[in-house]
């Protein structure tokens, strides 16, 4: 009997022990996991983007004895792995932050020329993790043509009236790591570039490309996030922002005159989280060149204040930090100038302190710029 408890025993103890080994292997296994999940690969990349693509004909009429190949692109970043410190970084999972040199060969060298453009961009996770898989980006800055219309010597460049244009990128990106400091990027997107029709003409370029390329890290490393609530601001769930701007457009044809815009409008917005506010409000608009427009075909306002145009509108704001991204669009309840019911609007605005606003946005209608709206706001 004493023999079977020892047996009994000593298995027992057997037992334990490989269970205690079993337990520290899973522990020690599942700390690898852990770690790569709950930290962040972090560091500053380079990346070289070969992009292949066409321009995009929305006004096929217009613009189709312009197009004549398809348009290859080489673009340049450089991008920062954000460590999730601020608490916006937290709340979109430690994005990716950067600025890009982009060069497009339009395929018609005498009358498009190149494309040059330089903006900074966010890559956003598509996923809920920190896990480094689907990235959207959005990036704005400027672009460059050195090739333009001109009257006598390119008039049939319809599309590009200023040397310099506003650019928008947006991207969907997916990111596959070959080693700790090496990874491969690919990709489909879209690049707009106009000037808000500050000069026409100002039909715009509009590419869409697939991309590839390959990207390398200057210095990477792993990082613990700090642990933030994603909530609201406690001490104001709703905001009430007034902003005010002034445009300038130019009439047709080309090389007409420039007529000034007033906007002021009001937006009620509901802060959902550090990300999303929605909102709705209302637009005064004071366009003068509805004015010339109206006169070109022989009808006269008999005072300055019919020019006046009232619109209601819906807006949300994707907010990173200080920056946010408005999209809003809106119905005219009010207009005499006939032929436009729907505005839209798309921009930056940049929250300098708790009320001070700074915007740039453009009003457009559905797909054509109206002007660009420069100004400041107040928030409430």
Excluded at 152 to 181: C, E, P, W
Aim: a positive charge; aromatic letters at 14%; glycine letters at 8%.
């Amino acid at each position: 009997m004493e023999r079977r408890v020892c047996r009994y025993t000593d298995t027992t103890l057997s037992c334990m022990t490989y269970r205690l080994k079993l337990l520290l292997f899973f522990s020690l296994l599942l700390q690898i996991p852990a770690y790569g999940q709950d930290s962040v690969r972090c560091g500053r990349w380079i990346t070289v983007n070969a992009h292949y693509g066409y321009i995009v004909p929305l006004y096929s009429n217009a613009m189709d004895i312009l197009i004549k190949a398809h348009v290859p692109a080489v673009e340049i970043d450089y991008m920062n792995k954000t460590t999730g410190e601020l608490p916006w970084q937290h709340a979109f999972l430690c994005p990716e932050t950067g600025v890009a040199f982009f060069c497009a060969w339009l395929g018609n060298p005498a009358q498009l020329g190149n494309m040059y453009g330089i903006y900074p961009y966010v890559n956003l996770h598509l996923q809920k993790s920190y896990r480094e898989a689907l990235y959207f980006r959005i990036g704005s800055g400027i672009g460059y043509f050195p090739v333009i219309f001109n009257r006598l010597t390119n008039h049939k460049d319809n599309v590009i009236g200023a040397h310099f244009d506003a650019m928008i990128n947006l991207r969907l990106n997916a990111h596959f790591y070959l080693s700790q400091n090496l990874r491969l990027e690919a990709g489909i997107g879209a690049t707009h570039c106009s000037d808000g029709n500050y000069q026409t003409p100002n039909l715009g370029i509009n590419l869409l490309t697939v991309n590839a390329g390959l990207s390398y890290c200057l210095g990477s490393y792993y990082h613990r996030p700090p642990c933030y609530k994603d909530s609201v601001r406690k001490q104001n769930k709703t905001e009430n922002n007034f902003y005010m701007g002034l445009g300038l457009s130019e009439m047709e044809p080309p090389g007409g005159k420039k007529y000034g815009a007033v906007t002021i409008n009001y937006t009620h917005y509901y802060v959902i989280n550090n990300r999303s506010k929605f909102g709705f409000g209302a637009d005064v608009f004071d366009n003068y060149t509805n004015i010339a427009r109206m006169a070109a075909d022989s009808i006269y306002l008999k005072s300055p204040l019919e020019n006046i145009q009232l619109g209601v509108k819906g807006s949300y704001e994707l907010t990173l930090g200080k920056i946010s991204l408005p999209i809003e669009i809106g119905a005219y309840v009010y207009t005499k100038y006939q032929g436009i019911e729907v505005y839209n609007r798309i921009g930056v605005r940049y929250y300098a302190n708790k009320h001070l606003i700074l915007t740039q946005t453009l009003l457009l209608h559905i797909a054509s710029a109206d002007y660009m709206e420069w100004g400041v706001g107040y928030r409430l």
